[in-house]
């Protein structure tokens, strides 16, 4: 495993590698047709605007668009791995050990919470996940969309909007809009297979994928895309160096890596023409995942174990389903005066099962079952939308002016399932104690919303929109959002475009009433943590309070240059304000807190921790978007150039509640840890350089992405660790031949990994990577690829 690189000769070798290869496959002599456009403006968009063949460089607001060549092109079966090497602006690390994150693991855009980012599927609403994310992961405390859920194969392009959306479509669209737009027609199809394994000998990974269309009658078609896979278990644990006294001192007994996952999933797009002039949709997906993680080995002689069962110790498993479903269906036309017209229902649920297995209840003493059956988490959604748009001839404007509207109404309902009762018996079972029957319940609200939007060319120069949303939640109350955005092009090559908008994110219902208890190593000493609902009296007496929706203010300002046909650059700089920004607690402990968690019924838990509204945060960055298409050695040559850089700053924290030292228990609410989680826990900036050359029958394709660096803060200043820049380079190429394509790649090439963890970090050295890295800790991965299209 390298653990340096020469970072100017990642940057350079693709380029070699491009020139090589280009000179020998020259030899054949094929034709290649001339370079098309820049790929990144041309493209018409949908997401951020109301009007009809807006392009992303006429957009007023920054968008990426991704096709499915890009995507399939990143040599993974993951959405939202695929999405974070190709938006620098976009981080997906790869946790461990997160009581069931590493198999839903979320994604940060703009650095802002991973639930801070709304997205949708062919502009409709996409329900969240059940799971809350816990245990030291970046957007800890968030229940974010699984984006996993969907097939890369029922994808015909992602629009990513970089810009406070919340005036045009809702809570949640702080930090941006990730749009997902399905392929469509009966037209074509496709069948792949891949399979790949890392150089470590582990992690091997297949999967099976395909999509096609179908006719119904003469005006409506059907579009099927499903995907299934298995990807096998990564292991980069250290030795065990806990207690020199166990049987087991100086083994690797841990698991610490990628967990073991099972998925199937399948997606349909279908329309209908009743009349020239309106048809009915729909579109739905099931999928499920089946992921199977570990906890953190007990030893044989450790108090959690009992060697009647275990003589050597154990490693417990943490295994969970997740059944994600949806169904979206509409009517939509224009009248014979110009209104455009859309009625949709939206139906979404997302349930997590969690099972524990290879372990006990110590409380059950020699008989104890070694699974369990530890509850299940459900979120639903149901959305009712209306929506109507039309464009108005108005003297003295350069275009016409499109005049949007419409209402909203959403049913939210999350339960909690409690699991069987040996699984929270006393301390409940080791690793995951089940959901007990008082976490056990069923919470329900709903909001209604009204939107308007003008949109126009003011001049030739000048466009110009403004949004305004309103919105009333049954537990929260009432809030409004609005947007001004412009675009002013001085020439056909360069513009300057500018938005200004306040936001909203209302807290989950996950965030209101999830509890449960989890195992939290602290300087290497594990405790039992428990989260505690803000409406409960333990909570309460912790400091928790009612939460408030997080409210946010933007401002953007961007340069679009196209100085060629073939080039294309943006520059945007961007501010985001959020106040009431909710995080989950420090890990509350210590003999106080067990001693007064002993006292109110829950004994063996020796922490708590709950959600707030603790800190107002402040997010700065720019991003840097540039592509160039030319000819190389007689074939074409697609540039691009990627670069975010943000800061987040913490610009207030709340004070400590009092009823904390009134009640005996002298902690912080926000302590170092999680401020650093926010600030300085994911890299400030991140590089992409790509490069997809073609001749003839041939393709090559490169990455060079560089994460900057990032720092774990602990609440002893001393174990403080800054982790250093990394250069990663992923190489694939292709093969066409008649309707099949053939792949070779791989990924991290150069067999990348974080810098080690520091021994106090390291939990006595089971742990020697950190869980933050952006590009994980798995190392180099190679893969071969076979598809078939028509």
């Known amino acids: 495993m390298s653990k340096r690189s020469n970072p100017i000769a990642l940057a350079w070798l693709p380029a070699a590698v491009l020139l090589a290869l280009a000179g020998n496959a020259a030899a054949q002599d094929v034709a290649q047709p001339a370079p098309a456009k820049a790929k990144s403006l041309d493209a018409v968009v949908v997401t951020g605007t109301r009007v009809s063949n807006r392009t992303a460089g006429e957009s007023l607001a920054p968008i990426d668009v991704l096709n499915p060549d890009d995507l399939q092109g990143t040599g993974t079966s993951e959405l939202a791995t695929a999405l974070s090497r190709l938006l620098p602006s976009l981080n997906f690390p790869r946790p461990s050990l997160t009581d069931g994150t590493d198999g839903s693991r979320p994604a940060q855009l703009r650095g802002l919470s991973p639930d801070q980012v709304l997205v949708l599927v062919n502009g409709k609403r996409r329900h969240t996940g059940a799971i809350v994310n816990l245990n030291g992961t970046q957007g800890r405390g968030s229940s974010p969309v699984d984006l996993n859920a969907i097939p890369i194969g029922a994808v015909k392009r992602i629009e990513v909007l970089r810009d406070g959306a919340a005036a045009q479509y809702g809570s949640d669209a702080i930090a941006g809009v990730i749009n997902i737009v399905l392929k469509d027609g009966a037209d074509g199809g496709s069948v792949a297979g891949s399979v790949g394994q890392y150089s470590a ?163 059950l003493g020699p008989t104890s079952p070694t699974h369990f059956y530890a509850g299940r988490l459900n979120n639903t959604e149901k959305l009712l939308n209306a929506d109507f748009s039309r464009d108005f001839d108005v003297g003295g404007l350069a275009g016409p002016l499109t005049l949007a509207f419409g209402g909203e109404y959403r049913h939210e309902n999350y339960t909690i399932d409690a699991g069987d009762s040996s699984s929270y018996f006393g301390g409940g079972s080791q690793v995951f104690p089940g959901f007990r029957p008082s976490d056990a319940g069923s919470n329900s609200r709903h909001s209604y919303a009204l939107y308007g939007e003008l949109d126009a060319d003011l001049t030739q120069k000048l466009s110009g929109s403004v949004a305004l949303r309103h919105e009333k939640y049954s537990d929260f109350g009432n809030t409004t959002s609005g947007k001004l955005s412009a675009r002013y092009a001085f020439t056909d090559k360069v513009a300057l475009r500018a938005t200004a908008s306040n936001g909203f994110r209302a807290p989950s219902l996950a965030q209101q009433s999830y509890s449960t208890t989890s195992t939290v190593f602290i300087s290497s000493v594990p405790y039992e943590v428990r989260t505690f609902p803000v409406n409960s009296s333990v909570g309460r007496a912790f400091g928790a309070e009612p939460l408030k929706a997080e409210k946010s203010v933007n401002y953007s300002l961007g340069l679009v240059l196209q100085p060629t046909d073939r080039t294309a650059l943006t520059i945007d700089a961007y501010q985001i304000r959020i106040g009431n920004r909710i995080v989950l607690s420090e890990n509350l402990t210590g003999t106080a807190v067990t001693n007064y968690l002993t006292a109110h019924g829950f004994p063996g838990v020796t922490g708590g921790r709950y959600f707030t509204n603790a800190v107002d945060t402040r997010t700065r960055g720019v991003d840097i978007v540039g592509s160039w298409r030319t000819e190389l050695a007689g074939g074409g040559l697609d540039l691009t150039l990627g670069y975010n850089y943000n800061k987040t700053d913490i610009i207030n924290t709340r004070p400590n509640p009092a009823i904390l030292a009134q009640n005996g228990l002298n902690l912080q609410r926000m302590g170092r840890t999680e401020k650093g989680r926010i600030t300085v826990g994911a890299p400030r900036d991140k590089l992409t350089l790509g490069g997809n050359w073609t001749l003839g029958h041939w393709g090559l394709r490169s990455t060079v992405a560089r994460y900057g660096k990032f720092t774990v803060l602990n609440n002893n200043p001393a174990n403080d660790q800054t982790f250093g820049a990394k250069w990663v380079l992923d190489l694939a190429g292709d093969y066409r031949l008649d309707n099949w394509t053939f792949t070779l790649g791989a990924d991290n090439v150069f067999d990348e990994y974080p810098d080690k963890v520091i021994a106090a970090n390291s939990t006595s050295g089971i742990l020697p990577y950190s869980s933050s890295s952006p590009f994980g800790f798995n190392g180099a991965y190679v893969y071969g690829k076979v598809a078939y299209r028509w």
Request: no cysteine; hydrophobic share 35%.
């Open 201 to 363: 000998g582990d992690g091997l990974q297949r999967e099976a994928s395909g999509d096609i269309g179908f006719r119904l009658g003469q005006d409506g078609w059907l579009r099927v895309a499903a995907a299934a896979g298995k990807d096998g278990y990564t292991d980069r644990a250290g030795p065990d160096l806990r207690n020199p006294a166990d049987p087991s001192y100086a083994r690797v007994n841990q698991r610490f890596g990628d967990p073991e996952v099972t998925h199937q999933g399948i997606f349909l797009n279908s329309q209908y023409d009743l009349s020239p002039n309106v048809n009915v949709y729909a579109f739905a997906n099931a999928s499920n995942r089946d992921a199977e993680s570990a906890g953190f080995y007990r030893p044989g002689l450790d108090r959690r174990n009992i060697r009647a069962i275990y003589p050597d110790g154990f490693l417990p498993l943490i295994a969970t389903t997740s059944k994600d479903r949806a169904f979206v269906a509409g009517i939509r036309g224009t009248t014979a005066n110009y209104w455009h017209w859309d009625l949709s229902g939206n139906y979404g649920k997302n349930s997590l099962q969690f099972d524990v297995n290879h372990s006990l209840n110590t409380q």
